[in-house]
């Protein structure tokens, strides 16, 4: 029955790496979803006790892993405050974002011994709407792409650009093409709630997908 | 019953755009298994004809199948389009009803397992309040008998039956050393060309498009069920032994396995649902190890976030439809709240204790369990001082505390230690250890040497 304070060592890297990890199931699990890549190259895996569709490609699992590892810091600094999984068409015009808003209290005080356990439900209640949210969800025209985005609070993108997290992994200020969506519709899908984070998935749409 | 169900039902599927299943259904309206099935049809047949919505339903289909002259049973959950043709496969058909409804299309049968398992999760005691499978000569154990149990040495089995029973509803739970061990003896009946047939047949079933929500049990799973209900007359009906599969098999949350898995040595149950464990379990005359499989089992399930985010392990793959759970060893340190059995937690995971290790202390040992746990160990580390004797200096002993995995059958280094010769009680915390160790720096340093001696035996026959 500790109370944990963000001062506290490591435990802005604990929750960093719990929403870095829910991340990357989430987004294996939105490629599989949306059919982004055909699905044989997905595999059945166990996360929070549940099974997971996680891809077996290597240099896209590289992929996915080295954007999540940038993100990392600015999570665990909080200034991350959205991270956007954007569905691309043959043209490079978004016809999908998945929008993961994130906040973490200021003053973050763990008081239960089953938070964990508590995050874990929730983060599984989330895996489990991506799953059926193709129903919601109209269908994406073929050879589509994806990308990830990240939203940052002030400036602290700039540090980012100065300090290669990654070698040869840059990242760059988005274009206006990439952010920018025509018509879209908001469709939300789940949020939660819990002592160490705020986490809100809304989906945003193009209406027409051709 | 009142039409308000289909209120209800339709406020799930279209508004909250959840999947139900009967089970999930039945544990929250608080109604029978059946009934929930009959509602989730009516509802179904109600929607199609009003031709609405969109909705897409899973079935549990469950019979005979012959493959190859290999005659098994086979339950399973599949897409309503694979439905006529799964039907037309079986020879004889036992059940068929609604497993779930939802309005988007699975891809895969995930979700499905999802959806109860947090229902499950909550209402573990009662989840099986509304089920249909019953076995009155089945009573949970006392707590005594459970320890006794535990200490009995698990009975050997046959090898070749291990590869049928992974997919067994209730034993296959934990893998550990000894529970296996112990399940495997219940099918100590089980022949060996029932388990090829399993074999056989699971491959054969890896030809089913991987996308279907459609999984087999493994063949003559009558058998180790008719095991179970050893003490049961002949007379109990065949179906009721279905059922009963075809249930457990439905809360197995219909792990769909798309790719070969591999038979292992070790019992695998992944995500082993709890009504799974508690529904079957709690209802036969089981022995008292499957019991502790199943407190291990949700216990294990409890897990810190820790663990289960180290056990992103990849399901080995062989033709086998087979629920894994892979689990660490040393998980023992965890007493779960919600288990049912305390004491035998206490049991399985002494709290760790301080103890000097240097200082012969005569550790305590249960009565005669055999087990390997992980404990933290303080233990001190002497050092030379100037006079190059072997006493603790105060200054320049450091305590630390050290994970230990030890087994306790460890008699032979406790026995490298002479038996009276410790005074001080093995729990003594450090402080107080300090002080007297202080206080005879020099005038017991030759009872210290004895006693180190002693010690030094023994901390070189431990090795």
Redo the contacts between chains.
């Keep these: 029955m500790t109370t944990l304070t963000r001062q506290d060592i490591n435990f802005g890297q604990v929750v960093a790496?719990?929403l870095c990890?829910f991340l990357e199931v989430a987004i294996h699990l939105i490629l599989?979803?949306r059919e982004v890549y055909p699905?044989g190259i997905f595999?059945?895996?166990?996360?929070?006790?549940?099974?997971?569709?996680?891809s077996c490609h290597p240099e896209l699992n590289q992929y996915i892993q080295d954007t999540l590892h940038c993100v990392k810091p600015l999570i665990e600094k909080n200034d991350a405050e959205k991270v956007v999984v954007v569905i691309m068409d043959k043209e490079h015009h978004p016809v999908e974002r998945f929008v993961f808003e994130i906040s973490q209290p200021t003053l973050l005080s763990i008081s239960s011994d089953t938070l964990?356990?508590h995050?874990?439900?929730l983060l599984?209640?989330f895996?489990?709407?991506i799953?059926?949210?193709?129903?919601?969800l109209n269908s994406n025209p073929p050879g589509c792409s994806f990308t990830v985005l990240v939203h940052t609070r002030d400036a602290a993108t700039r540090n980012m650009e100065k300090v290669q997290v990654i070698k040869d992994f840059p990242w760059i200020v988005a274009d206006e093409q990439e952010v920018h969506m025509q018509e879209p519709r908001l469709i939300p899908l789940k949020t939660m709630t819990s002592d160490i984070v705020k986490m809100q998935l809304y989906v945003e749409e193009r209406a027409q997908k051709t | 019953m009142d039409e308000l169900y289909l209120d209800n039902i339709d406020e799930y599927v279209n508004d909250h755009?959840?999947?139900v299943t009967y089970k999930w259904l039945s544990l929250t309206l608080g109604v029978h298994v059946n009934t929930a099935k009959q509602m989730l049809f009516h509802y179904l047949d109600h929607k199609r004809k009003e031709s609405s919505a969109q909705l897409h339903a899973t079935y549990l289909v469950s019979g005979k199948f012959v493959n190859k002259g290999q005659a098994s049973h086979k339950v399973s959950v599949v897409r309503e389009d694979k439905l006529e043709d799964v039907k037309a496969k079986m020879s004889l058909i036992v059940s068929v009803h609604v497993y779930s409804v939802?309005?988007?299309?699975?891809?895969?049968?995930?979700?499905l397992?999802?959806?109860d398992?947090?229902a499950v999760k909550d209402n573990f005691q009662t989840c099986s309040k509304y089920s249909a499978i019953s076995c009155s000569s089945a009573q949970p154990t006392s707590p005594l008998e459970q320890t006794r149990e535990i200490q009995r040495a698990p009975t050997p089995e046959p090898v070749a039956k291990r590869p049928g029973q992974n997919g067994e509803a209730a034993p296959a739970s934990k893998a550990s050393t000894k529970p296996p061990k112990g399940i495997m003896g219940m099918f100590a009946n089980k022949t060996t060309s029932k388990n090829q047939d399993k074999e056989v047949k699971s491959e054969e079933k890896e030809e089913a498009p991987?996308?279907v929500a459609s999984k087999s049990k493994p063949a003559a799973k009558a058998n180790p069920m008719s095991n179970f209900f050893g003490s049961q007359t002949a007379k109990k009906p065949d179906k009721a032994v279905k059922d009963e599969e075809a249930a457990a098999q439905s809360t197995c949350g219909a792990?769909?396995?798309?790719?070969s898995s591999q038979p292992e040595e070790k019992q695998k149950a992944?995500?082993q649902s709890p009504p799974k464990d508690v529904k079957i379990d709690a209802k036969k005359d089981v022995k008292k190890d499957t019991k502790k499989d199943v407190k291990k089992d949700s216990r294990s399930?409890?897990k810190?976030?820790?663990d289960?985010?180290s056990?992103?392990?990849?399901?080995e793959k062989k033709k086998r439809r087979r629920i894994k759970k892979?689990e660490p060893d040393s998980s023992d340190e965890d007493v779960i709240p919600d288990s049912p059995q305390p004491m035998e937690t206490e049991e399985m995971s002494p709290p760790p204790k301080p103890e000097v290790e240097a200082v012969s202390h005569s550790r305590p040992s249960l009565p005669g369990t055999k087990i390997r746990k992980r404990r933290r160990v303080l233990k001190s580390q002497i050092f030379l001082d100037d006079e190059d004797a072997w006493v603790r200096h105060q200054s320049m002993t450091e305590k630390g505390y050290e994970s230990e995995s030890y087994s306790e059958a460890e008699d032979d280094f406790q026995a490298g230690k002479p038996p009276g010769k410790n005074p001080v009680p093995a729990k003594l915390p450090a402080p107080s250890r300090e002080d007297q160790k202080k206080s005879q720096k020099k005038a017991s340093a030759n009872a210290n040497k004895g006693s180190k001696q002693a010690s030094i035996m023994g901390f070189f026959q431990k090795k």
């Design positions: 790496d719990i990890e599989y979803v699905s595999q059945k895996r166990k996360k929070y006790n549940v099974p997971v569709q996680m964990l356990s995050v874990e439900q599984r209640a895996i489990l709407k799953s059926v949210c193709d129903a919601v | 755009n959840k999947i939802q309005k988007a299309l699975l891809k895969d049968s995930g979700p397992y999802s959806v398992y947090d991987a996308v792990e769909l396995r798309p790719q992944a995500a399930k409890t810190r976030i820790e289960s985010d056990e992103e392990e990849k399901m892979p």
